[in-house]
């Protein structure tokens, strides 16, 4: 009875490193990815989860068979060690010497992401979004079709659009629809941030992007896609697109009691002719001022 302990822990341990390495084989990992950075992001990852799993399972080992040899006996007075200072600085020394690697190895992925200086143009090449977090909701405002024709002939009037919102944007709750672009000039979006109220955080999981919303503050973000979900609808009459995979938008920080239900999706359109021929069917339906003929 003295030893269940370690073969209580030793076996969940063992347990969980089971589950750990079956759970790619069925769907308990990951989402796809398909970002263009999205390849670095998930070679950092696996970088760090095989050295914190290696020390992970070593000192979960460790404690194991320490509890199974050290178990107490009736009787018997347990020796008191001071400790080993040369273990003590080698187990201070190598921590933080693998800290210092990973921070120097991430400094690349993380400028390609987050540095303002590689994120796209405000320009007429350049699809632009703004997407604004509230309690609870994605209201994600886009430019017109005319606005964009406009800004391929005229780029400099793209550069406001983060800042002055204009009478003919189109305003869609919780999808946010782009375009994947051609594999030799993918699409590169820039979203324009912002919260309403408190701390959001914008989370795309298959584009493995994060980014906290703060009041008072517009955010730039960026992503390009290598793959696409939304084909139109071949059997329908009326415009109407299908998902082949459902890509979600959800708020990653806790932002009051309804924060699980604040999700959205991602729209990725094969090319941009399909994306605006969704756009001017979006806006006749945000200008309409009677119901449909179906619905009367």
């Known amino acids: 009875m003295q030893k269940f302990w370690s073969i209580l822990f030793g076996g969940t341990m063992l347990g969980a490193l089971l589950l750990f390495v079956v759970s790619p084989f069925v769907g308990w990992w990951l989402p796809r990815n398909v970002a263009t950075f999205g390849g670095d992001i998930d070679w950092l990852y696996y970088l760090i989860l095989i050295i914190t799993g290696f020390f992970f399972i070593l000192t979960e080992a460790i404690l194991a068979i320490a509890l199974w040899r050290f178990a107490g006996r009736p009787g018997h007075k347990a020796v008191y060690q001071h400790g080993n200072h040369k273990l003590e600085l080698v187990w201070t020394v190598v921590p933080g010497v693998i800290l210092l690697v990973l921070a120097i190895v991430q400094i690349r992925v993380w400028a390609d992401v987050k540095f303002q200086k590689n994120m796209p143009s405000r320009d007429g090449a350049t699809q632009q979004i703004e997407v604004l977090a509230k309690q609870w909701e994605w209201r994600i405002r886009y430019p017109s079709s005319a606005r964009m024709a406009d800004w391929e002939k005229n780029p400099e009037a793209a550069l406001d659009f983060g ?4 009478e003919d944007d189109l305003y869609m709750p919780n999808e946010l629809h782009i375009w994947k672009g051609q594999s030799d000039n993918v699409n590169r979006v820039l979203v324009h941030l912002k919260t309403q109220d408190v701390i959001h955080s914008f989370f795309l999981p298959h584009l493995r992007l994060k980014q906290d919303a703060l009041p008072g503050k517009m955010i730039p973000v960026w992503f390009a896609v290598t793959d696409h979900n939304t084909e139109p609808d071949p059997n329908s009459q009326e415009p109407r ?10 708020c990653a920080e806790f932002c009051g009691t309804r924060h699980s239900l604040m999700r959205g999706k991602l729209f990725v359109h094969k090319d941009k002719a399909d994306f605006l021929k969704w756009l001017n069917y979006a806006e006749a339906e945000q200008n309409r001022h009677q119901a449909p003929l179906a619905a009367r």
């Open 241 to 250: 697109w299908l998902e082949s995979e459902t890509w979600e938008l959800a």
């Open 163 to 166: 800042q002055n919102p204009h």
